[in-house]
């Protein structure tokens, strides 16, 4: 089975840039969060694979681990694992099979599988969070399955700000990643080193990162004035999606001026929903709905915009 997967060195340096997401996360939750991250990458390599393996040379991508762990690190870590699993089934088939494969995929896979779970499963993904092992309780959640009933909370930062205008956790817990919250969203720190660390390795273009985070942190000045911006850019999923899926190099924008534009919309975008939709949580929704429109925004621009005069010969 080894033999059947393709080797892509920019897909391993993202998964090593996830290393420490998921081992902090395991500390924070238990170890339940690292048989979701396994069983979703089982399950979106056995998916793949069926589509690939009568195919001639037909190779699973190293994609698929990416697409895995990253669907896995936005779910909750009191998801149930067959939801994983259905959740990374439909983000290789959906999300990347139908549209011919890797490479060729309009959406975000492991967007769209989180989209699909959010919607399908709201109470998995809403009701019941836990509140993560602090520092001082080491080894906290390394030495069990999952966090004491105790610990169990209904709401997120997000959450709790929206429905009461306050929260019992601070800035620095935020930064820390000491809240409740998806298994990787919550340590702002470890996901701005990974940031790092892309960029570094030129694994992840920064444009798309500062384009995004500026859009965010100005629409939260329009929409939430008087409010501490860095919440908006510190919890919920904004972090993590800002430095891991929209710098997917298959589904970002392409050209000079439509990675900024594809950037500034996702963020304006996932504050704008926060504000004014149902739901808490706007940045899966504004990186599908960016996806969905950079064809036509791209042939605006090479066509219409920055096209050059055709010169006529006399």
């Not at 048989?35 to 979106?44: D, E, H, K, M, P």
């Not at 975000?108 to 520092?135: C, D, E, H």
């Not at 990974?194 to 000045?221: D, E, F, H, N, R």
Request: hydrophobic fraction near 55%; avoid cysteine.
């Amino acid at each position: 089975m080894i033999e059947r997967i393709m080797k892509q060195a920019i897909m391993n340096r993202v998964l090593y840039a996830l290393l420490p997401i998921v081992l902090f996360s395991i500390f924070l939750f238990g170890w339940k969060v690292f048989a979701i991250v396994i069983v979703s990458n089982l399950a979106a390599f056995l998916t793949e694979f069926l589509f690939i393996r009568k195919k001639k040379n037909g190779k699973v991508t190293m994609a698929v681990f990416v697409t895995g762990t990253l669907l896995a690190l936005t779910l909750p870590p009191t998801i149930p694992l067959w939801i994983a699993a259905l959740g990374a089934v439909v983000a290789i088939t959906f999300g990347k099979m139908v549209f011919g494969g890797f490479g060729l995929n309009m959406f975000n896979p492991a967007i769209l599988g989180r989209t699909f779970v959010y919607i399908s499963f709201p109470q998995q993904m809403t009701i019941t969070w836990l509140k993560p092992y602090t520092l001082s309780s080491f080894p906290g959640g390394l030495i069990r399955w999952t966090a004491e009933p105790a610990l169990k909370t209904s709401a997120t930062i997000l959450g709790q700000l929206r429905n009461s205008g306050a929260t019992e956790y601070s800035m620095s817990n935020a930064f820390w990643g000491l809240i409740p919250g998806s298994i990787g969203e919550t340590s702002a720190l470890l996901i701005i080193l990974a940031g790092i660390y892309l960029i570094i390795t030129k694994t992840a273009k920064w444009q798309p990162m500062v384009a995004t985070t500026l859009s965010l942190l100005i629409s939260s000045l329009i929409f939430y004035p008087g409010s501490d911006i860095l919440f908006t850019l510190f919890t919920g999923g904004a972090l993590f999606g800002i430095v891991f899926m929209t710098t997917d190099p298959v589904s970002q924008a392409k050209g000079k001026y439509a990675i900024w534009i594809y950037g500034i919309l996702i963020g304006f975008l996932t504050v704008f929903i926060r504000k004014f939709s149902l739901f808490y949580e706007g940045m899966m929704f504004a990186i599908l709905l960016t996806n969905a429109f950079m064809p036509m925004i791209e042939y605006l621009i090479d066509n219409v915009i920055t096209r050059k005069p055709e010169v006529k010969k006399t």
